[in-house]
């Protein structure tokens, strides 16, 4: 199974910016969507933005305007440029993929964000 490794997180302040990245053990190109998803304490998980093989991209009504995702295949590695943070942003952000061959999604450990003020 593909091993994901996030990077990244941090502690900012309100307002600052932060840029993920996410990379894995195995070609990424493989995967038909990739993504990132955010779970905050006492909170369901939540999809934060997605991108799929051909570069669409969809992102959560929270985050419009303010975050980017993006993928290197070359590098195998996929971003979140995150602008704009606020406190609700905190959380730890999960790096996900989907491979439709195989009908198997991975999940990597997390990161954590938090953002003061």
């Known amino acids: 199974q593909v091993q994901l490794v996030e990077s990244g997180g941090d502690t900012v302040q309100r307002g600052g910016s932060l840029r993920l990245s996410c990379t894995a053990s195995?070609?990424?190109?493989?995967?038909?969507?990739m993504g990132w998803h955010r779970q905050a304490p006492g909170n369901e998980r939540e999809m934060v933005a997605l991108i799929d093989n051909g570069g669409t991209a969809t992102y959560g009504d929270s985050v419009k305007g303010r975050f980017t995702i993006s993928r290197d295949n070359a590098k195998n590695t996929m971003y979140l440029q995150m602008n704009s943070l606020q406190p609700d942003d905190t959380a730890v952000y999960y790096c996900?993929?989907?491979?439709?061959?195989?009908?198997?999604?991975?999940w990597g450990q997390g990161t954590q964000v938090t953002v003061s003020g």
């Open positions: 195995d070609y990424i190109s493989r995967f038909y969507k």
């Open positions: 996900w993929a989907y491979n439709a061959n195989l009908g198997s999604e991975s």
